[in-house]
């Protein structure tokens, strides 16, 4: 059987993503795969739980740090030779992170491989954006859709079955094999076109890489830590606050100024790109917050094992798959202003379903409005990254890819900062409203407390059981206020799916000016 030139370009396209959808799912599940793990981890180094959120925080950071430089990256050892140079440092840091014995080597190991993956899921949005167009970048964008929104979600259950039935070790030496296999296939499947190979003369911009990692890691620190140490309350956040908004404010003004700089800002003139960046931010945001705080309202709340409680997040990829299949058949047929919005529409049920969770349910109730999640943030997700990249010129769509994926990722630690504090201070806010009905004219409380007193009668003397009961009831008054910070957390995801609406149909369609053009 003899294949045309047509056919064999057309399966030329699809194996080059083999090996770039490969490395961006190994990197999109490493940011939760570890999540389960960190108590293990924590007492095989015999640190804190706090200190063990390092583990997490030098792996976002390093990959903060890299996103931006995409395009300085590949003008200087040409994509193809970044993308294998950085799978490679990912690997070798997955095999340094499993065999590491002492919390600073695990941190030291965390950063590299941070380093190494942050690259790797906009490298491969780049090259499915240039390689594909009509129905074939549909498709290929239900698979990227595929690849970047379900990884996240299995790596918590995956994290937890092989920490449950092997070692926290082996939850990074997985890594090696895959990395491997990747190197094989981008040596032989990827090539370089003549505008992403390697270039003479490329200037580095030491200013620049100086003020984006002083922003990116003073930023992610300050959201790591915000809630735990009061934020603005903290005269450690309140410097960190001084230093990243002043180095983002230098490193905007040197990029500006230079020729050659290290981050480009050509594709904000494209409207299409900015609306829709903001709208995939916001999704970013939602994502990893609810999918940080569903399995620790089952692990807290409910009693749930680490184990079960990121089985709870199953329903989701299943969502994720049935999402994927659909955005895949309408995006071609329908406009993709319209289908995201549907989308973005089922998502706000879902979170508002969650918003109806009571301490009483059972691990299926969650399920219905997992699958909501997953379907909604699939078909919102996909035709949103596909019209607010259209129409970046193919020799610009590094950059622009690069800068998208940098600010969806401090969407999604803002997100996930900011959900912690609102069940922290909801929390607070719900119980301060309660305590105040626990009075002696409260004939529903005092019908309580007399019946826990006299359940405790038994054990001990008036005084001591009518403590007891007082304290008894504090407890429940606690775990209700917890559950109402949860369930105003999950509607405040549904309103802010609201305003991911109005920005959908921002959007504008199908337009056809290009940004190199301008």
């Not at 807290?300 to 659909?326: E, H």
């Not at 009831?473 to 802010?496: E, G, K, T």
Request: glycine share 8%.
């Amino acid at each position: 059987m003899e294949f045309s030139n047509a056919d064999t370009e057309r399966i030329k396209r699809w194996l080059l993503l083999v090996p770039t959808m490969l490395a961006a799912f190994m990197f999109a599940l490493d940011e939760t795969i570890a999540n389960i793990a960190l108590p293990h981890i924590a007492g095989s180094f015999s640190v804190s739980s706090q200190e063990s959120i390092w583990i997490l925080t030098s792996y976002l950071v390093a990959s903060c740090l890299t996103i931006p430089m995409i395009d300085w990256l590949s003008r200087l050892l040409g994509r193809k030779n970044m993308f294998m140079l950085c799978v490679f440092v990912f690997t070798v840091a997955s095999f340094l992170c499993g065999i590491s014995d002492s919390m600073g080597m695990m941190v030291v190991s965390r950063f590299l491989q941070g380093l190494g993956g942050g690259v790797l899921i906009p490298i491969a949005q780049a090259i499915m954006m240039e390689a594909f167009e009509g129905d074939e970048l549909s498709l290929a964008g239900t698979i990227f859709g595929m690849v970047v929104i379900i990884a996240p979600i299995i790596g918590p259950v995956i994290g937890g079955w092989i920490t449950e039935n092997y070692s926290w070790h082996w939850i990074f030496f997985i890594n090696v094999p895959i990395g491997i296999i990747i190197l094989i296939l981008a040596k032989t499947m990827i090539v370089d076109p003549p505008y992403a190979q390697k270039q003479k003369n490329v200037k580095t911009d030491y200013w620049g890489i100086l003020f984006l990692c002083t922003f990116a890691v003073a930023f992610e620190i300050m959201m790591d830590k915000g809630n735990d140490l009061d934020w603005f309350g903290s005269p450690f956040i309140c410097k960190l606050t001084v230093v990243w908004v002043v180095a983002l404010i230098l490193l905007i003004i040197s990029q500006i100024k230079q020729k050659d700089s290290l981050v480009k800002f050509d594709a904000f003139r494209d409207y299409n790109f900015v609306v829709g960046t903001i709208c995939l931010t916001i999704m970013n945001a939602i994502l990893l917050a609810s999918m940080a705080m569903l399995p620790q309202f089952m692990q807290n709340m409910m009693g749930y094992d680490a184990f079960t409680s990121g089985l709870t997040m199953m329903p989701r990829g299943v969502g994720c798959l049935i999402g994927c299949v659909l955005s895949g058949y309408l995006q071609p047929r329908m406009d993709g202003r319209i289908l995201a919005a549907v989308g973005v529409a089922i998502l706000c049920l879902g979170s508002w379903s969650l918003g109806f969770i009571n301490l009483e349910i059972s691990s299926m109730s969650v399920v219905v409005p997992n699958i909501m999640y997953g379907i909604g943030m699939t078909v919102g997700m996909i035709p949103i990254i596909t019209l607010s990249c259209k129409t970046i010129a193919a020799d610009r769509m590094s950059n622009a890819s690069g800068i998208q994926n940098f600010i969806k990722t401090i969407g999604g630690a803002i997100g996930t900062s900011l959900v912690a504090t609102f069940v922290s201070r909801f929390s607070q806010i719900h119980q301060n409203m309660m305590v105040k009905h626990l009075t002696e004219t409260n004939s529903v409380y005092v019908e309580r407390l007399q019946a826990y007193s006299s359940q405790f009668m038994s054990m001990t003397d008036l005084s001591t059981a009518t403590y007891m009961g007082q304290t008894l009831i504090y407890n429940q008054l606690q775990a209700q206020a917890r559950l109402w910070a949860y369930v105003d957390s999950f509607r405040i995801f549904a309103v802010a799916g609201i305003i991911i609406l109005f920005l959908i149909f921002a959007l504008k369609k199908d337009r056809k000016t290009d940004v190199s053009k301008q």
